[in-house]
């Protein structure tokens, strides 16, 4: 998931670079919300990875 925020963020300045702000804007925007997703979810995977063996 990591590395599709990565892809959505060059996409987002290309697209900025060559003047398409809607494009930009909206990949930005997807690229934001992949990462916030990527931390909400590695967050609860260190928790419930933690569990001790008895």
């Given amino acids: 998931m ?3 925020a990565v ?8 697209a900025a ?3 398409f702000a ?10 934001k ?3 916030v997703i990527f931390l909400i ?4 995977s260190l928790f419930v990875g933690r569990r001790p063996t008895v």
């Fill in 41 to 44: 979810l590695f967050v609860v």
């Fill in 7 to 14: 892809i959505f963020l060059i996409v987002a300045i290309v």
């Fill in 33 to 35: 919300v992949l990462f």
């Fill in 17 to 19: 670079i060559f003047g």
């Fill in 22 to 31: 809607g494009i930009a804007g909206t990949a930005a925007w997807i690229a």
């Fill in 2 to 4: 990591l590395s599709w």
